[in-house]
């Protein structure tokens, strides 16, 4: 079965400062997706970044990017000039085809502080 | 675009009554949509899939007749908490797939909080 596996509960960060979460799954699939989703406190589900396996590029979007290490099945976000709406939990999700079911991560608490 | 919400927002509702809970897309088909549970501080717990036209599929240790799905159109999905108990206070949230994007991505509704007194 998948699985993704957040190592990181809580993670802190100064305004304006770089933070990477960690993120590594299980799958013996060759061909699937990756994701990073944000739930601030509204509690709304928001997509930062996503990253499809056959790809070898790293992911970008603005400040937040990934380092997708296939081989050894770690994806990991980082956020750079991290700013106070950053402030929220970070969610890892796997899923083996587009639209089909997520597997969730435990989730990282990113405080940024001023 | 590719919007989706949920109503109520919130409710309140006492003990052995029931409630439905309305996911909606607003400006897309979907085709699939998936029902979560989530608890403080905790991750997303996928409850079940439902694809329009069929019945649920449910997740393994979740109580079909308990949590009843509908899919009846394709931009309308319940989730009805039967004979509700306190235990069943939590917060849902619907995702939708819109079914004609080949990306096929999943759009999440804002959450329904729901307290059984």
């Known amino acids: 079965a998948q699985t993704v596996t957040q190592s990181q509960p809580e993670m802190s960060v100064q305004e304006a400062e770089t933070v990477t979460l960690s993120c590594t799954y299980d799958t013996s699939e060759s061909d699937y997706y990756l994701f990073w989703y944000k739930q601030p406190p509204s509690r709304q589900m928001i997509l930062v970044i996503r990253?499809?396996?056959?790809?070898?590029q790293n992911a970008t979007e603005n400040r937040f990017s990934v380092n997708f290490q296939k081989a050894a099945k770690s994806f990991s976000l980082k956020i750079s000039d991290s700013q106070l709406g950053d402030a929220a939990m970070y969610f890892c999700?796997?899923?083996?085809?587009?639209?089909?079911?997520?597997?969730f991560g435990e989730g990282t608490q990113l405080t940024v502080n001023p | 675009g590719a919007v989706v919400s949920q109503h109520p927002s919130w409710v309140i509702c006492k003990s052995g009554t029931s409630v439905k809970i309305e996911c909606r897309s607003l400006?897309?088909?979907?085709?699939?949509m998936f029902w979560y549970r989530q608890f403080p501080k905790q991750s997303l717990m996928l409850m079940a899939t439902?694809?329009?036209?069929?019945?649920?599929?449910?997740e393994q240790g979740v109580e079909k007749d308990k949590f009843l799905i509908n899919h009846a159109s394709l931009t309308l999905s319940t989730l009805t908490v039967t004979s509700a108990h306190p235990e069943d206070s939590s917060f849902y949230i619907c995702s939708a797939r819109d079914g004609e994007r080949e990306s096929g991505e999943q759009y999440f509704g804002p959450g329904t909080r729901l307290t059984v007194t």
């Open positions: 400006d897309f088909q979907a085709t699939t």
């Open positions: 999700a796997y899923t083996i085809q587009r639209g089909s079911r997520l597997t």
């Open positions: 439902s694809n329009e036209g069929s019945k649920a599929t449910y």
């Open positions: 990253q499809e396996a056959y790809k070898q």
